[in-house]
């Protein structure tokens, strides 16, 4: 059918009649009309299978932002609990000596390490002319670090530093760019761990903040097994886990 | 077959292509990148399908994370040549929401009468349809739109005109008007049975 615009201007019954909405003395008037009018014929015949489709149109329901990465961390989850090959390096415990040698080797041809490697051989020099053991005076190696996004539309980013000490893992978080707070607000650190599966996610916090910058946190939560890391504002007072997921990543080794 | 917003700028084959090597790269190993590709793609789509076959969206989010890790475990058995990876997806998803269906948890507290239960796309043609008019019904303006909700609920045009307070011959130009650029968005969208 070739659209006349003209027409259809004279005569918008055909919507209302296709969705049957027409009012009685509308209806009568036009199923009169309809009966001698090609072009209203061929444009009711258009309109009828549009109507028709109308129930089938699924909910109109948005998606939360944070399923992403509830969604990538299901993946994540499925690939450790099922054993198949990772793209991310495995994470396994690994004693302090067995670490430092794999940092060691892995940076070993920077030039930037050169730099270091020298002043680091100034502090061992300065150390033990002072008579202290190195291991007094050094963090251990980064053991797992994280590379923490925001959902798409969202705002910040951070990076976490896992070390491990023989009293827990502490976490150097560095921030910029979060959402601001509202009044009673506060960004809380949580890890997700291998138990998660879809939809139930094993969580355990790993502190709470309330600016940019460096923070400094504790948890026992190993990232060899808690290999998610979410940021989430929370409400003071409020008992429900967790809220809105605004930034979050997985454990690199 | 729908075409994926994020992608608008490829040709359906080029699409087609771009997503069938996203999956070889999931069945490689690389469990990253591509899943986040396809997860933008079509992430919305299922989360939406998942509403409207188990009536709740936490339930929603859930197959959704599920319809992608089964993507994972199954990977290296598509076959590009048999389906699109669209397909691939709404399959898994249709199974997996049969699943979460049948477990205690997942059914509703209170009875549902049958004929409250709008009716629930069974074949992947029918998701597909689906999504496709909500797709479609989300390119109307907000005025467009308003009218044709109106008549869904039910409501004729003088009740219409009466109930957003415009003239009736306004509610007959939009129900034309919305009715036309639905009919074209569905057309684009691959909307079967027009």
């Known amino acids: 059918m070739v659209y006349d615009a003209q027409h259809a201007l004279e005569h918008p019954e055909t919507a209302g009649w296709a969705l049957g909405t027409l009012d009685p003395e ?11 009018c090609e072009q209203c014929q061929g444009e009711v015949a258009e309109f009828t299978p549009v109507a028709g489709s109308l129930p089938l149109a699924a909910p109109s329901a948005e998606p939360p932002d944070d399923l992403f ?3 990538m961390a299901a993946v994540q989850y499925a690939v450790m609990a099922e054993g198949r090959p990772v793209t991310e390096p495995e994470l396994t415990a690994r004693g302090p000596v067995a670490r430092a040698s794999r940092w060691w080797h892995f940076h070993w041809t920077s030039p930037l390490m050169t730099v270091v490697t020298a002043l680091g051989a100034a502090a061992v020099t300065a150390a033990a002319f002072i008579g202290v053991q190195l291991s007094q005076i050094t963090a251990p190696a980064v053991l797992a670090s994280f590379d923490l996004r925001a959902p798409a539309g969202g705002t910040g980013s951070a990076t976490a530093m896992v070390r491990h000490y023989s009293n827990g893992y502490n976490i150097a ?6 959402p601001r707070l509202g009044q009673g607000q506060f960004y809380e650190c949580w890890y997700a761990g291998q138990n998660s599966r879809s939809g139930h996610l094993e969580l355990i916090t790993a502190g709470t903040f309330v600016g940019n910058g460096t923070v400094h946190m504790w948890s026992a939560a ?25 930034l979050s990543g997985v454990a690199q080794s | 077959m729908l075409v994926p917003n994020a992608a608008d700028q490829l040709a359906p084959g080029e699409l087609a292509a771009e997503e069938a090597e996203f999956v070889a790269q999931i069945a490689a190993g690389d469990h ?16 939406r399908f998942g509403v409207q076959q188990l009536g709740n969206e936490g339930l929603a989010q859930e197959l959704v994370q599920e319809t992608f890790v089964r993507l994972w475990r199954g990977a290296s058995r598509f076959d590009a040549g048999k389906s699109s990876v669209g ?5 898994i998803a249709r199974s997996a929401a049969a699943d979460i269906r049948k477990r205690p948890s997942s059914r509703p507290l209170m009875p549902v009468e049958d004929a409250d239960i709008p009716p629930i796309p069974d074949t992947v043609d029918q998701i597909v349809n689906s999504l496709a008019v909500r797709e479609a019904l ?23 005109a009466e109930r957003v307070g415009i003239p009736l011959g306004t509610v007959k130009t939009r129900s034309h008007h919305g009715m036309r650029a639905l009919r074209t968005a569905l057309i684009e969208r691959g909307f079967h049975g027009l």
């Open chain 1, 173 to 178: 978080l560095t921030a910029q760019d979060l």
């Open chain 2, 138 to 160: 989300d390119t109307l303006t907000h005025e467009q739109a308003e009218v044709i909700r109106l008549s869904q609920e039910g409501l004729s045009q003088s009740q219409i």
């Open chain 2, 32 to 47: 990253g990148a591509p899943v986040e590709q396809l997860y933008h793609r079509y992430g919305k789509r299922l989360f």
């Open chain 1, 222 to 246: 190993d990232p060899a097994r808690f290999k998610v890391m979410q940021i989430t504002i929370e409400q003071a007072g409020d008992a429900s886990q967790h809220g809105r997921v605004i």
């Open chain 1, 26 to 36: 509308d209806a009568a008037a036009f199923s009169e009309h309809l009966q001698s």
């Open chain 1, 69 to 71: 990465y509830k969604t």
């Open chain 2, 87 to 91: 397909t691939y997806l709404y399959v």
